[in-house]
């Protein structure tokens, strides 16, 4: 048996001229141990083969693996046979700091947990997190956030779903450091305000005083979901700490813009029925869809994009922004301004992960439309088949 390319890559395979002719193996019959890190609420599970010892009938196994211990991601082996996209070529590539910054915007959460722990001086243990949780379709975008602060664990997160952590106090200073260099744009900034806060009272250790702890729960009951049930019943008398404000200070980088969209954006084909011959209407959106408390962040966008210039009409918020009940979308159909704006833009400024390829089939459409090629038949059936194998209908 020889490895495969992807699985020697993992392991460090240096293609050293040996080769095995036979090698029988059921790799469900292994044993694996389980190891759980609980993470605030959720249960995270470790499956890995133990090569600890290397011992026999594993020693062959070893030899050709490596030990998967070292994998950077420790998920069940036959993961490594999937295919997660990047749009860079290498690992060794790094990130821009303001493109992490527009991601975490996007998806990171800033929180730590409070549980009980008899063998804590105060009964209470407690435990700052920064977390990024995806699909394992873009497990490569993980890769490349830890490859670039070189910082935390990507850990499997149920079936499909991988998360990256970053949990100890010498770590998530490098976290705090970056944020503090490449700040926030959304509301998520005060959440981030009163994660350093609760950050540095554990740093300095007061957390292990009264004082402390109480400050710690105050905190956390502004931050993302507040105190649980549990909680409020064990500190019924606890101040609570109100939010700091929020502001909106206008979009920092153009990579932060790739980073959001590689997050929150959507490169979409809309097909519709038309009076035409060939009885439908393509037409291309790009859009954004928020929480209505970042409407401003989205308002933004239309600022940034000198999208109110563009327009031959003056200027109308509901051009390019719309709302509908919490929600707000921003969204640009104009195929002139995706042509001149869009497209352009993400040409010199990626997104990362499988929605790199989305954008690459939109802007074939578009070409394909530049050209009258969706006016006919073979177009028009051509375009069909990359709408039903973009976005979620995707196979990876």
């Known amino acids: 048996m020889v490895p495969s390319y992807s699985r020697k890559a993992i392991s460090g395979w240096n293609n050293y001229p040996c080769m095995v002719t036979s090698h029988k193996m059921n790799e469900n019959e292994m044993g694996y141990r389980g190891s759980k890190s609980v993470l605030v609420t959720s249960t995270v599970k470790e499956q890995r ?77 407690t435990s700052p997190l920064f977390v990024i949780k995806l699909h394992i379709k873009d497990l490569a975008i993980l890769e490349l956030i830890k490859n670039t602060l070189t910082v935390g664990k990507i850990r499997l997160n149920g079936i499909n779903s991988v998360q990256y952590v970053v949990e100890s106090i010498k770590e998530l200073q490098v976290i705090v450091d970056h944020f503090n260099n490449y700040p926030l744009v959304t509301e998520k900034a005060s959440d981030y305000l009163i994660f350093k806060q609760c950050f540095e009272i554990i740093k300095q250790r007061e957390h292990l005083m009264e004082k402390g702890l109480l400050k710690l729960i105050g905190l956390k009951s502004s931050l993302n979901w507040g105190l649980s049930d549990n909680l409020k019943e064990a500190f019924p008398n606890v101040a609570f700490v109100s939010r700091p404000e929020y502001n909106f200070k206008g979009i920092p980088d153009p990579f932060w813009v790739a980073g959001f969209t590689s997050g929150d954006g959507s490169f979409h084909l809309n097909i519709k029925k038309s009076d035409t011959n060939i009885s439908h209407r393509v037409s291309l959106r790009f859009s954004i869809h928020l929480n209505i408390r970042d409407a401003e962040v989205l308002k933004g966008l239309v600022t940034y994009f000198n999208l109110n210039k563009s327009s031959n009409k003056f200027y109308q918020e509901n051009q390019y922004v719309s709302k509908s009940n919490n929600t707000i979308t921003f969204a640009i159909t104009k195929t002139t301004e995706i042509n001149k704006i869009i497209i352009p833009f993400f040409e010199k400024y990626t997104v990362q992960g499988l929605k790199s390829l989305d954008f690459a089939d939109f802007k074939k459409v578009a070409m394909m439309i530049g050209a009258k090629e969706h006016l006919t038949i073979e177009g028009l059936n051509r375009i069909l088949e990359i709408k039903l194998n973009m976005n979620k209908h995707r196979e990876w």
């Open 49 to 125: 083969v133990d090569g600890s010892g290397c011992k026999k009938p594993l020693h062959l196994r070893c030899i050709l693996m490596g030990f998967e211990r070292n994998y950077q991601i420790k998920i069940p082996s036959k993961q490594l046979n999937k295919v997660y996209f990047s749009t860079q070529t290498s690992l060794n590539n790094k990130l821009n700091p303001w493109f992490i910054t527009g991601f975490a915007d996007a998806e990171g959460c800033f929180s730590f947990a409070i549980k009980p722990n008899a063998k804590s001086k105060l009964n209470w243990r």
